[in-house]
């Protein structure tokens, strides 16, 4: 909310120009709170000479915040700085030199290091360029036109008044540019780590895109070498029988590729696509997916529980949500034990805090013990008699790794299996 309120919809290109496009506004915002408290303090003591001065100010730091949300961040940035400069110079000129007032200009020569970064460090240094000469101008040759006299200006500078304002200014500066300098630290020490944390990532997918893609093409030719062979059968035999057998046996390994050309986009979409999050209801789709299903098992003794309350809501990413539960699911009906009476599907879902507890439970063939670890890498298939490509549950893995979840497997052989997922449950 209050984010909002400060940078609008701007969407920055990485988390530096966020916290840059943040601090922005928010000191623009203490400007305008500063001047604010000025105009009351000093009206109270009976001072009015500044208060068009502070009305000034207020206002173009008004102007700023507004860029800023706007997404004119260089604009707002140079709006700012001229604003802070021009007031600490006409300060500057008007009090006397004992209030410590000069500080200040170090303070906006770091503000706009921050503001303007190494990329447009030729601003950086001509604005440095002009906050030294404003600084001489106010010291040693003060423009007549920005003083100001009278009795106002005889209480300013009181010798009581200066000292307060030496504090002030002094500790003001003073907190001001180490929390610059900090938020300087604070940025380069996160831009390190997500350069690292990018480097170990991409050199991660670049070894599993190898091995990937010397499996996949494994893979590929094997449905491909058999079918060239059956092709071979049936270019030599007259036999209808044999030859119906052929077509079939061609059928199947070519929606035996089909699938696994299907796993393989999806496999690059969860790799490639950034990960976006949005809130919707979980029931209808789980719902759908079991539609789409539900022939994959046997039909007469299928019997499917869905425990998701018609009303619960999450927030995760939907694309790859689906092809999570796809895959779960379809490897549900799959690998049902058609030797049971009932060959029972139960697909579940609970809010609790942050998270979604989601699980998908059988009572099919089960998976014995040694493979269970195994059946996540990618390309293994833990039975004689498994049609898929060994691909399916690796995708699993990845999307749940990607989502920053976790997965477990509770399996017995001959009695079934439940596959339990943790997922964040939040933007
Ligand atoms: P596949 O395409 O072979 O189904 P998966 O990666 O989805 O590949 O699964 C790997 C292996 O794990 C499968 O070959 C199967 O033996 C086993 N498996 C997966 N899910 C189940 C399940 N629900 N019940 C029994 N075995 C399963």
């Known amino acids: 909310m209050f984010k909002h309120l400060l940078i609008g919809k701007t969407e920055p290109e990485s988390r530096a120009h966020l916290k840059v496009a943040l601090l922005r506004s928010q000191l623009g915002l203490l400007c305008f709170i500063v001047v604010a408290i000025y105009i009351i303090f000093d009206s109270l003591q009976g001072i009015y000479i500044l208060v068009p001065a502070y009305c000034v100010v207020a206002f173009f730091s008004i102007l700023s915040i507004w860029l800023n949300r706007i997404n004119k961040g260089f604009a707002s940035s140079l709006t700012f700085l001229l604003l802070i400069a021009l007031m600490t110079y006409f300060f500057a000129v008007n009090d006397s030199s004992q209030s410590g007032v000069f500080v200040y200009f170090i303070m906006i020569a770091l503000t706009s290091m921050v503001f303007f970064g190494y990329r447009y460090r030729l601003y950086v240094i001509l604005f440095c360029i002009l906050l030294v000469f404003l600084f001489l101008s106010a010291y040693l040759f003060p423009l007549p036109a920005f003083m100001l006299s009278g009795e106002d200006m005889d209480k300013i500078n009181a010798p009581e008044y200066r000292e307060i304002s030496f504090i002030i200014n002094f500790l003001g500066g003073f907190f001001l540019c180490t929390a610059i300098v900090y938020f300087l630290m604070d940025l380069n020490f996160h831009s390190e780590k997500e350069i690292l944390q990018k480097n170990a990532l991409l050199s991660k997918t670049n070894h599993e895109l190898d091995r990937f893609v010397y499996s996949a093409s494994h893979e590929l030719r094997a449905p491909l070498t058999s079918l060239l062979g059956l092709l071979d059968i049936a270019g030599r035999t007259s036999d209808q029988d044999e030859l119906k057998q052929c077509h079939s046996m061609m059928h199947e390994r070519i929606q035996n ?106 009572n099919g063939q089960g998976i014995a013990p040694d493979q269970q670890q195994k059946i996540f890498n990618m390309f ?33 052989l001959g009695q079934g299996s439940t596959f339990t997922l943790w997922l964040p449950n939040h933007l």
């Not at 539609?291 to 994959?296: A, H, V, Y």
């Open 257 to 362: 590729m089909d699938l696994l050309i299907k796993e393989v986009i999806d496999f690059s979409r969860n790799a490639r696509q950034e990960i976006s999050k949005e809130k919707f209801e979980l029931r209808p789709v789980v719902q759908k997916i079991l539609d789409d299903l539900k022939f994959m098992g046997p039909v007469e003794k299928m019997v499917l529980k869905l425990r998701i309350n018609p009303d619960m809501e999450v927030i995760t990413d939907p694309a790859r949500l689906k092809m999570l539960l796809n895959n779960l699911i379809s490897n549900a009906f799959k690998y049902a034990d058609r030797q049971k009476d009932k060959c029972e599907i139960e697909v579940g879902a609970a809010v609790e805090n942050q998270y979604v507890t989601l699980w998908i439970k059988d």
């Open 380 to 412: 293994y298939r833990a039975s004689e008699d498994s049609s898929g490509s060994g691909l399916g549950l690796y995708i699993v893995r990845e999307i749940v790794t990607r989502l920053n979840g976790t997965i477990q497997l509770k399996s017995a």
